[in-house]
């Protein structure tokens, strides 16, 4: 057992960790990213992106959403055609090239430190935007429809989703930490090449 967590403890294994959590990130914002072109995706997050201060200005018409919801797998051509006149799949189209863009930007910093730091930072900043739905959307939390269960702290399906986005936050962090670190001790080393001090210092080999 001993040996076990010595291997588990040791530097490499915190490499293949951070390096894990780098793939993941990148895995979410590309894969929900490229589902950002879809239309079901796009209408499943008009009510998130009408009720934002922050993003509902893209929309033509955010105060007319809810009247033209759809289920996931429905399809209701008039209701397609307002999302469409809404600007919903333009803005949609957007937002999943930022968020592939972020992505990729993570994934590059398995071999650049320096451009996956730019990435994490964004990666760590999206969710900031996302968990306030949680406080502006009110089908983040389950409608009272009768049951005894409804608004805080029940969220429904779509808050479970964004709750889940601290998690995302954490590991960004975990990965800005890193590539920040990274970026330190490459640009010492290179300071120290350039005064001529000879001992290389412990930097890493990906920046």
Do not use: C
């Not at 051509?77 to 999302?83: I, M, N, T, V």
């Not at 650049?112 to 968990?131: E, I, Q, Y």
């Amino acid at each position: 057992m001993r040996q076990v967590l010595g291997i588990v403890s040791g530097q490499r294994s915190n490499r293949i960790g951070l390096d894990a959590v780098r793939v993941a990130i990148a895995t979410i914002f590309i894969w929900i990213g490229g589902l950002k072109f879809a239309p079901y995706e796009a209408d499943s997050i008009t009510p998130f992106v009408a009720n934002s201060p922050l993003m509902s200005f893209f929309y033509k018409h955010p105060d007319q959403y809810a009247q033209h919801l759809t289920h996931e797998g429905e399809l209701k051509l008039a209701e397609r055609a307002w999302q469409a006149a809404n600007d919903t799949y333009a803005f949609s189209n957007g937002l999943g090239t930022v968020e592939i863009a972020i992505g990729l930007l993570v994934l590059v910093g398995l071999v650049s430190r320096r451009w996956g730091l730019v990435g994490a930072v964004l990666a760590f900043l999206t969710p900031v935007v996302t968990l306030s739905f949680l406080v502006t959307t009110p089908e983040a939390w389950v409608a009272a429809l009768g049951d005894a269960q409804h608004g805080f702290p029940y969220l429904s399906g779509g808050g479970r989703l964004v709750l889940k986005d601290i998690v995302l936050m954490a590991g960004a962090w975990l990965v800005v930490a890193d590539g920040a670190r990274a970026v330190l001790e490459h640009t010492a080393q290179t300071s120290a090449d350039r005064a001529g001090l000879g001992a290389p210092l412990a930097t890493a080999s990906r920046t």
